[in-house]
């Protein structure tokens, strides 16, 4: 999909575009949440359990994970964590018949966006995948412009510093002793890595990742 601002609101055509992944143990629950789901549009892949999603999935790229608690082979908090550890940006939904009120709050606070009670109705939970694409697009591209920036040379910084502070290229070169060539040639560096058309969004994703 094309690239989306941090906290840019996402088209619906960037929004179908996203996969929604279903990982329950139960063959007749991944059949009828496949089958609501594709009825409100979404994109479903379904999996058997933890071990065989973590297999097939890019957990780098964007997009909603539903996943049941209990299961055999690997519980969905498992799941949860090793997305996690492994800074997926995936948003992860759970969605379980066992789960009770401290099984929720620690859903909640580990990152989840919802945390569900079998059944659910199917418009609660498609709100719920609509919020977490949001989350996992703008993690993702807060993911990226730390990359960008842990990416720059020192003498990057030094120049991305004086460029948002509203200095001309040719000012830039005389605080720091340099030619003016050298500066558009870092100048057109950094736009390249943080994929930044003016310098105003260069700006604005520098403080992104100052905020971050």
Excluded: W
């Amino acid at each position: 999909m094309e690239n989306v601002l941090p906290g840019q609101e996402l088209t619906e055509a960037q929004r179908r575009a996203l996969p929604v992944h279903v990982v329950d143990d139960d063959g007749s629950v991944r059949d009828s949440l496949a089958f609501m789901l594709e009825g409100h549009g979404f994109t479903v892949h379904t999996y058997e359990d933890g071990p065989v999603f973590l297999a097939q999935v890019d957990m780098l790229q964007p997009g909603c994970v539903i996943l049941d608690s209990r299961m055999p082979q690997m519980r969905g908090q498992q799941v949860h964590q090793y997305l996690s550890e492994h800074q997926s940006p995936l948003a992860v939904i759970y969605l379980t018949g066992h789960g009770d009120v401290p099984m929720a709050v620690d859903a909640l606070q580990a990152g989840a966006v919802h945390f569900f009670q079998k059944p659910v109705k199917a418009l609660a939970l498609a709100e719920s995948i609509e919020q977490g694409f949001q989350a996992s697009v703008s993690t993702m591209a807060q993911q990226q412009l730390l990359t960008a920036f842990q990416s720059l040379t020192q003498r990057e910084k030094e120049i991305l510093q004086l460029i948002i502070a509203g200095k001309r290229n040719q000012q830039v070169a005389d605080t720091l002793c340099i030619a003016v060539r050298t500066v558009e040639v870092h100048r057109a560096s950094l736009m390249k890595k943080f994929a930044a058309k003016t310098v105003a969004e260069l700006a604005y994703f520098y403080g992104r990742v100052a905020e971050g």
